[in-house]
Nanobody, 122 residues
Framework: QMTLIESGGGLVQPGGSLTISCTAA????????IGWFRQAPGKEREFVAG????????YYADTVEGRFIASRDNNKRRVYLQMNDLKPEDTAVYYC???????????????WGPGTQVTVSS
């Protein structure tokens, strides 16, 4: 029951870094766990990272573990995904969504924002 807007995507060379953001329009944002998901062309949307309501205990998909860092600033109503050592297979549209329970890798809602395109290419 919240609108989330993704931003910060762009074109990055392999091995590069990029940080994308997820911003909520209301103060209730701070009450929710937030997850990052992505969808590449021809593939299903998949879980990337999750972060607890207070920013503690982020968790990640195996494919990004050790490379991506999820964090949040509730005063700014914003969740971040810092992506390091980017690979071509990271190319996708990245989305954020609510997660009901910490540790889950599925969204709580079937409603998605516009996403932000991340392209990793030379």
């Amino acid at each position: 029951q919240m609108t989330l807007i993704e931003s910060g995507g762009g074109l990055v060379q392999p091995g590069g870094s990029l940080t994308i953001s997820c911003t909520a329009a209301t103060h209730t944002f701070s009450h929710y766990h937030i997850g990052w998901f992505r969808q590449a062309p021809g593939k299903e949307r998949e879980f990337v990272a999750g972060v607890q309501w207070n920013g503690a205990f982020p968790y990640y998909a195996d494919t990004v573990e050790g490379r991506f860092i999820a964090s949040r600033d509730n005063n700014k109503r914003r969740v971040y995904l810092q992506m390091n050592d980017l690979k071509p297979e990271d190319t996708a549209v990245y989305y954020c969504n609510i997660i009901t329970n910490w540790g889950e890798k599925v969204p709580a809602s079937n409603s998605w924002g516009p996403g932000t395109q991340v392209t990793v290419s030379s």
